[in-house]
């Protein structure tokens, strides 16, 4: 017997048929004995439709009514998978994020978990009912519900895992594991079979879209063992695990890219010290995270450009924090431009290999696709292109790092 | 300055056009210095579409379940309002029923509020803050979400509007105020200045829709004076008062009528004592609510025909129950129709005069109308027929009592 944490995604849940689907994939683990507790997101397109609504009702809105809004897609679906589940015979009951209650920080439309009480939620699962937890959202110190940023459901899950200690976190979605890039994109992407929390980690962020960032942290830091699996075929998924358990690392694991992406550059901003706390301090207390930042040597000792990129969505937000911001941080103009797209190329074989980063910018370059940003980490190269080479970016680097399945 | 209640139903917040335009309506009390306290419902169809997810899912299904599902509608509006509030430059912030908190019985589904702690909410309103309370919904004994029946964000309303000792309780509404009866049937239906609570009450439970029948059960008990009006329209509506603020009593307040009927008739049932208990002892534990009931006198002195009316609604699980029920209750057979309707007279003035339940009869054989159940109170008649004679019922009805309105 294993104790288990389910999760499934929009596209898994996406109708009442869906959901029977995924009522079935339950049963079989609790006929095979388990202990299961399951965490669902918001039935595709409801979570849109929900921030739209929010949108629409005001540009610059009360985060904290922006939780309340949007936690109601994972209830709803909760609920739901609960009903079924009781139709087919087993016990089962939704979970709130006020009733366990998950615990998180005050960062409402982006929150952590902090903690979660489970005690009630064990009673019940050894008693044999099955635990449908809502996903992404929680409760505040505020006694207000939270929700943990997009794509928090995954983070909820490896969070219920390690609460519960659950042997394994299954993340069912609708693609089948982590491929080395988008097969939307490139047809003869391949499947990996083992993936290291550290790639996840920045496939994650750079856009792979099939995890959440936060989930993989807590993942790594908690020690949680998950899989990425697809709800619809019977078939092992990608397991993300511990670089030890990994033999044969290969160099690059994978090529990621993001549309989502929005650059700012603020120029002729006074070359004195102080200065990024003044830019990056207001946009850091809106909750704005910023990702690659470039600043040029100062034109003639006094002024310097500054370029940075962000989510996006969080550009009109920003573009507000920086213009109430102007008369401390003493710029003269301002541009910005959403029509970029970030490619990453990512593996933890890349820390003994020299010469990765050359082969980017040459295959790059061979097409004709200019770099503005470049940002690196310890096993990750990031760069910043005009979006309308994404495809074209995604397929040279796939093939010029050998990552092409060898055609059926 | 006042402190009144403001509630808005689904369809006066149906879009955030309309969302705004609530805001406008509370905006202009809030100018006028008085504390405002608002109850919405969900945005029009977002009820039905919630309670169709739930059918789908199972027909039988969880009522604690159900209740997690169907409460979002409210939650969402909320949030929604308090938003558009703030964009205004107005304080504001929603309320959950989990948050006040709203505590009611554990009859999920249908569930009483029976008390409503609203000292947080009183201090926010004192400081300016306009409460902003997602309707129809509360927080059982088992700590989860209840709901208060359909329509029951008017009980919501009256019952904070009771808890906050507030001066006034407006109900808005798609209508603007309480008809003689529903003016789609009858085209010179009038508008009523004052009704009744007992009128009101009457008329609420045979269908008239505008206000559900327990919020005027507690704005009698609690001596809340409602005024029903319109969202739409910038005009005073129907005060829903004691009878003695009324002078001028009519014989008839109105003509109602209720399409969601159906009719059980349970055949050659042993006619001895306890034979009723043990039918309708089961269906009140289902929270089934029976409303008319006939027994005619037994066949041969053993046994007798039982006919009861309950909403449309409860069929399915009332058939469930007298299925299960069947060995205790001996019946022989069991019919059902669910195509009949409900037509109702109301009156205070009918205590003082005779003959108004003959002219009911005589109006509906003229129609050749058959009456299959009658049922009265003090102040009403009602009766029910075959649904296809819904208007041509009502119609007759409204002239016979001379209800019509001098044409234009």
């Given at each position: 017997m294993a104790r288990i944490v389910m999760k499934f995604g929009g596209t898994s849940v996406a109708n009442l048929e869906r959901i029977r689907n995924v009522a079935q994939r339950i049963k079989s683990e609790v006929d095979a004995g388990h202990q299961v507790a399951v965490v669902v997101s918001a039935m595709t397109g409801v979570t849109d439709q929900l921030v739209g609504y929010v949108r629409e009702a005001a540009?610059?809105?009360?985060a904290r009514e922006y939780d309340a809004v949007v936690a109601t897609g994972e209830q709803v679906t909760s609920g739901l998978l609960a009903i079924v589940l009781q139709s087919m015979g087993i016990p089962a009951r939704s979970w709130l994020g006020w009733q366990l209650a998950i615990k998180t920080d005050g960062a409402h439309g982006a929150a952590r978990i902090e903690n979660i009480d489970t005690a009630d939620m064990i009673t019940q699962m050894i008693a044999g009912s099955v635990a449908v937890m809502a996903g992404f959202q929680g409760l505040g110190p505020d006694s207000r519900i939270t929700t943990l940023g997009r794509g928090g459901s995954d983070t909820s899950a490896v969070a219920l895992a390690a609460a519960l200690k659950a042997d394994r976190c299954d993340i069912y979605t609708d693609v089948d594991g982590i491929y080395t890039t988008d097969p939307r994109i490139v047809s003869r992407a391949r499947k990996l079979e083992k993936i290291t929390y550290e790639e996840m980690l920045e496939l994650a962020s750079v856009g792979?879209?099939?995890?959440q960032t936060r989930s993989v942290e807590v993942a790594m830091k908690e020690k949680v063992r998950v899989q990425v699996l697809s709800s619809f075929k019977h078939k092992p998924g990608t397991m993300v695990v511990d670089e030890d358990e990994i033999m044969e690392k290969e160099l690059i694991a994978g090529v990621a890219y993001s549309r989502n992406e929005a650059k700012i550059t603020i120029m002729n901003v006074p070359d004195h010290p102080g200065v990024s706390a003044a830019i990056f301090g207001p946009l850091s207390e809106a909750n704005i995270n910023v990702d690659m930042i470039v600043q040029n040597v100062a034109h003639d000792g006094k002024t310097t450009d500054l370029t940075f990129t962000l989510t996006a969505a969080d550009l009109p937000r920003a573009l507000d924090v920086l213009e109430k911001a102007k008369p401390l941080i003493e710029y003269e103009t301002l541009t910005h431009d959403a029509n970029v797209a970030k490619i990453s190329v990512v593996g933890v074989?890349?820390?003994?290999?020299?010469?990765v980063a050359l082969t980017m910018f040459k295959t790059l370059a061979e097409k004709s696709i200019n770099i503005q940003v470049i940002s690196t980490s310890e096993i990750k190269i990031s760069v910043l292109i005009a979006a309308e080479y994404t495809e074209l970016a995604v397929r040279a680097l796939h093939t010029a790092y050998g990552l092409d399945a060898v055609a059926a």
């Open positions: 540009e610059l809105y009360d792979a879209k099939v995890l074989g890349m820390r003994s290999h020299a010469g």
